[in-house]
């Protein structure tokens, strides 16, 4: 009975360790949108790259590194420039491009940076303050989301690119 009850929760950790092993490959499996789509806190994020016709380059090998607004971020932005970005693709790509790096930045790298050029062509300032990183002036709250081609950062605010 001893033996059994033994081989039971030998073969219960057995199972739980390929389950874990399984997920940590399936997420890595997962290209970036697909990662940030699974995860459930950034549906405005993708519905904004759909709209934008990025999804497609975001899916390609990269690597990229991408800080990712929730959709809690996506709340503080006004309404008003929400809509704007909306009615304006070019401006809402802009907008998007600037949370994007080519290459793969892992928190340890970005420590070690003062700024990083994204895809829309203009520098985001990164900056560590204690153990926080902040890009701009938004808070990393989760780094280093690997996904197969890059890695996310989640980040606490939407980055808006300057005017000029």
């Known amino acids: 009975m001893r ?8 073969v219960a950790v057995l199972v739980s360790a390929v389950t874990a092993t ?3 490959k399936t997420r ?3 290209n970036i949108v697909q990662t940030a789509a699974a995860a459930g806190q950034f549906k405005t994020l993708t519905k904004l790259l759909t709209r934008a016709g990025l ?12 800080f990712a607004p929730t959709d809690a971020a996506f709340k ?5 420039t929400l809509k704007t970005l909306l009615r304006h693709p070019a401006k809402l790509k802009a907008v998007l491009l600037y949370h994007v790096v080519s290459g793969r930045v892992t928190a340890a790298d ?10 829309n062509g203009k ?4 900056r560590t303050a204690g153990m926080n990183v ?7 709250t989760k780094a280093d989301v690997d996904a197969s081609n890059g890695v996310i950062h989640v980040i606490n605010r939407v980055l808006i690119p300057p005017a000029h």
């Not at 902040?134 to 990393?140: H, I, M, P, T």
Request: net charge positive; hydrophobic share 55%.
């Open 22 to 24: 399984a997920t940590a």
């Open 28 to 30: 890595a499996d997962a």
């Open 110 to 119: 970005a420590a070690k940076l003062s700024s990083a050029k994204t895809l």
């Open 76 to 80: 503080k932005v006004p309404k008003a």
């Open 123 to 126: 520098s985001v300032r990164i």
């Open 55 to 66: 999804v497609g380059a975001l899916e390609q090998p990269g690597p990229y590194t991408v």
């Open 134 to 140: 902040f890009v701009n002036s938004a808070k990393v």
């Open 3 to 10: 033996r059994a009850l033994v081989l039971v929760a030998l």
